[in-house]
């Protein structure tokens, strides 16, 4: 049963506007969330991260949104670049194990 | 060399072949981790090891085997594998200290994996 998800598997904004990219979880244990992005023929790489005692995280143009009795969070990119181009995958994580639970990714495009 | 790096990056292999995936990471992390993506699926955990002893086993049939060495080596040995194992597989490190600010995984670039 997939614990975390990622129910837009594509998205395309316009360079210059704000990507928005949800990613839902129903396991009330999980206190870490993260964010990757990966390109093509490369592995994922970390991009920002939100622990569950916040509700906000920034860094650059890159912000998370935890929003925790919904169970969901967002990654918001502000202005688009056509470099993020990628696949942004949301993960997640209990304060037991070692795993991180990713969801299926999101693609998004950036069009000049 | 820094990061997380794997070979090969490509693998074609029959059913009946045995060969290995090799990782190895330069980042002083203690645990490490192998996860298979097959399309249109998340990427999926297989194995944990945590200062060189596994730890956790996703249900991962034994046609997969990994090997940790030591704490900057993992392997993972690949033996009568099947068409639906294709797939990329990732390599992954982290540091495990107890506290939260390091629980962020570093992965190497993959090995994109076909069974013929």
């Known amino acids: 049963d997939q614990q975390v998800k990622q129910n837009s598997p594509s998205l395309s904004v316009q360079e210059g506007r704000i990507s928005i990219l949800n990613c839902d979880y129903t396991?009330?244990?999980?206190?870490?969330f993260l964010w990757y992005k990966k390109y093509p023929a490369e592995g994922p790489t970390f991009l920002i991260s939100i622990s569950s005692i916040k509700d906000k995280n920034e860094d650059g143009r890159f912000t998370v949104f935890l929003n925790k009795s919904a169970k969901h969070l967002s990654l918001h990119i502000v202005p688009s670049q056509p470099g993020d181009s990628a696949v942004y995958f949301c993960?997640?994580?209990?304060?037991?194990?070692?795993?991180?639970?990713f969801g299926k990714g999101t693609s998004l495009l950036v069009t000049p | 060399e820094t990061g997380v790096t794997q070979t090969p990056r490509h693998l074609v292999m029959g059913m009946t072949n045995k060969k290995s995936l090799k990782c190895e990471q330069h980042?002083?992390?203690?645990?490490m981790y192998w996860y298979k993506q097959s399309a249109k699926k998340p990427l999926e955990l297989m194995f944990v090891?945590?200062?060189?002893?596994?730890?956790e086993n996703n249900s991962v049939p034994s046609r997969f085997s990994p090997e940790c060495p030591n704490s900057s080596h993992l392997f993972l040995h690949l033996h009568t594998l099947q068409p639906e194992d294709s797939a990329l597989y990732l390599c992954?490190?982290?540091?495990?200290?107890?506290?939260?600010?390091?629980?962020?995984?570093?992965f190497g670039q993959g090995t994109r994996l076909t069974v013929v």
């Open positions: 396991n009330s244990m999980f206190d870490y």
């Open positions: 090891y945590n200062f060189k002893e596994q730890t």
């Open positions: 993960a997640a994580k209990g304060n037991s194990g070692y795993a991180l639970n």
């Open positions: 992954a490190s982290s540091h495990l200290g107890g506290g939260r600010g390091d629980t962020e995984a570093f």
């Open positions: 980042l002083g992390h203690n645990a």
